[in-house]
């Protein structure tokens, strides 16, 4: 039987449960374990995968089955949603429409829908975008 040092990736999921988590990314390993290879730490994780402990949900991010899911190896997307949003860090309402403010002054932001629609097809980026904004994102708030 091997012994695992106490602190082996392998046991980074007991460690992390531990605080009251339950997600983690590649990056804080990589963090908690400067002295590990990349490949060793994608190991590790594909270890832990296919032991069923871990779920990977996106790329570099985690999810550790609980014990109670572990008959189902999944957990229920409401438990991390949070957790996944936090490590994302997607814009803001403000500064998605103020980024689509200045890509809707950009001529070659505009031509570049011509090249996926039909020739024949009728197309007004312009009043696509008034369109999505006010019957869309607005109602978001």
Do not use: C
Not at 33 to 59: D, G, H
Not at 70 to 95: C, F, K, S
Not at 103 to 124: M, W
């Amino acid at each position: 039987m091997q012994i695992k040092e106490p602190y082996s990736i392998e046991n980074i999921v007991f460690i992390i449960q531990k605080k009251g988590r339950i997600t983690f990314s590649s990056d804080e390993l990589k963090n908690q374990y400067p002295e590990k290879t990349v490949r060793a730490i994608e190991l590790a994780l594909n270890r832990l995968i296919f032991q069923k402990k871990i779920i990977p949900v996106l790329k570099g991010f985690y999810v550790i089955i609980p014990p109670e899911y572990a008959t189902w190896a999944m957990v229920p997307p409401v438990m991390y949603l949070d957790a996944l949003m936090t490590y994302l860090n997607p814009p803001t309402q403000n500064e998605y429409l103020q980024n689509m403010e200045l890509k809707i002054q950009n001529e070659e932001f505009l031509g570049d829908t011509h090249l996926l629609l039909r020739p024949d097809e009728r197309y007004h980026p312009v009043e696509a975008w008034e369109l999505v904004k006010n019957q869309l994102i607005m109602k978001l708030t």
